[in-house]
């Protein structure tokens, strides 16, 4: 096993995963507030912790090392003025109008262990916790039914999304959402001062101060040559650009396949209607089939991107990037359009493979769990009750760090 970051593959044996097991951060969410941070529904937290546990449980199980982004934060913020950044960083991601406001807040955190200043950095600052703070502006006073200084991060359990770890390297993102934006802070933080998660030489493809939007579940390491990225309702064309030029520059991988998949909620992103689960297999949202458009982006003789619209079908493109004779594409719900709607909507086709041939997935989507055993595929379930409140699966609740080769 190599170590640090290395990660040339959506199915070889999973030895290193990035959890954020969720917390009180959910309990921040109201029917007010759902627009503004991306909630239809509020998990109970007791349950759903429960669940978030039996899927750590389940990769450990399977030789899985588990870290999680509260510890990995913290380590990279044990020295002061690191720390000082962080949370100045932080503010300044964080909305804040008066700078009174912004004093007590930074007082009130930086006072606090590491650890568990990232802990209430995430769950949210509520005006409750920093009792008399004067009103000093007119936004202050407009502001102040709100009952946060500083907005929880509910979002963050679905750890994919603030980055990827694609080869010896690290995407930070750009997130679609301000709401989501300062999630990539920390594993900003992680990337440049924790060296148990990114030694020296790890690679930085894509930084959290790119300007264009970006997001993990839209990312996915098809091989050691080939990355496949979704043009979806969160991530941009030219996004997919500038993380294109720089890997292909400074890696081993020579193309980036670009999947234009519809721009809605329910297609959020491409890991939410396709997903690799074996050699030669694949779910897939049927919804999707008809209407896609795929490019390609490899280097030219000359060093600059260069790009084409590809006419073949995803089967044969696939069939020719990952040089097999076939390849099977399993339909979410298989030929039951409302079953692949439903099971859609709970993310049956968001799969976290964990070797080749083995997944992990919700149990509540049997009817694409059923079609992936018959395919011969080992699937191991998990409950989803409550997780499955905030609209994404296994796969989005991990970001794999280090893969076997296949």
């Not at 050691?224 to 030219?238: D, F, K, M, Y």
């Not at 234009?260 to 959020?268: E, Q, V």
């Amino acid at each position: 096993m190599y170590p640090g970051i290395h990660n040339y593959s959506e199915i070889g044996k999973l030895n290193k995963v990035l959890l954020h097991r969720i917390g009180p951060e959910v309990e921040g969410l109201v029917p007010d507030n759902f627009a503004r941070l991306l909630f239809d529904d509020i998990p109970y937290l007791k349950v759903a912790q429960q669940e978030h546990d039996r899927f750590a449980e389940v990769l450990r199980e399977n030789g899985v090392e588990v870290v999680y982004y509260v510890d990995e934060t913290a380590k990279a913020l044990q020295e002061q003025s690191v720390k000082e950044e962080f949370l100045n960083k932080m503010l300044d991601e964080s909305d804040l109008f008066s700078e009174g406001v912004r004093e007590a807040i930074y007082d009130y955190l930086i006072a606090m262990p590491a650890k568990q200043m990232v802990e209430k950095i995430i769950a949210g600052v509520k005006k409750d916790d920093i009792p008399k703070v004067e009103t000093k502006s007119l936004a202050d006073f407009i502001t102040s039914a709100y009952p946060f200084y500083m907005d929880p991060m509910p979002n963050l359990y679905f750890t994919r999304d603030p980055g990827a770890c694609v080869g010896n390297g690290l995407n930070v993102h750009h997130m679609s959402t301000a709401t989501r934006r300062r999630e990539c802070l920390l594993l900003r933080y992680m990337f440049m001062h924790n060296k148990d998660f990114a030694p020296e030489g790890s690679q930085l493809w894509y930084d959290y101060d790119d300007p264009f939007s970006i997001e993990g579940g839209d990312v996915l390491v098809l091989n050691s040559e080939t990355v496949a990225i979704g043009l979806s309702q969160r991530t941009s064309a030219a996004g997919i650009e500038r993380f294109a030029e720089n890997i292909l520059h400074k890696s081993t991988f020579k193309r980036v396949l670009v999947l234009d998949i519809p721009k809605s909620r329910a297609f959020m992103h491409l890991d939410t209607v396709f997903t690799m689960v074996d050699y030669d297999k694949f779910t897939i949202h049927p919804e999707i089939e008809g209407p896609l458009r795929l490019f390609e982006i490899t280097l030219g003789m000359d060093g600059k991107p260069h790009f084409e619209s590809l006419t073949d079908s995803l089967q044969n493109i696939l069939k020719k990037v990952l040089k097999l004779p076939a390849v099977d594409l399993i339909r979410c719900g298989g030929n039951d359009p409302m079953a692949a709607q439903r099971e859609q909507w709970n993310d049956g086709s968001n799969t976290l493979c964990i070797a080749p041939g083995t997944v992990v997935t919700y149990e509540r989507n049997y009817v694409t769990n059923d079609l992936l055993d018959k395919k011969g595929i080992k699937v191991l379930t998990i409950p989803s009750a409550e997780l499955s409140r905030g609209r994404g699966g296994p796969r989005c609740m991990s970001c794999p760090v280090n893969r076997d080769d296949l």
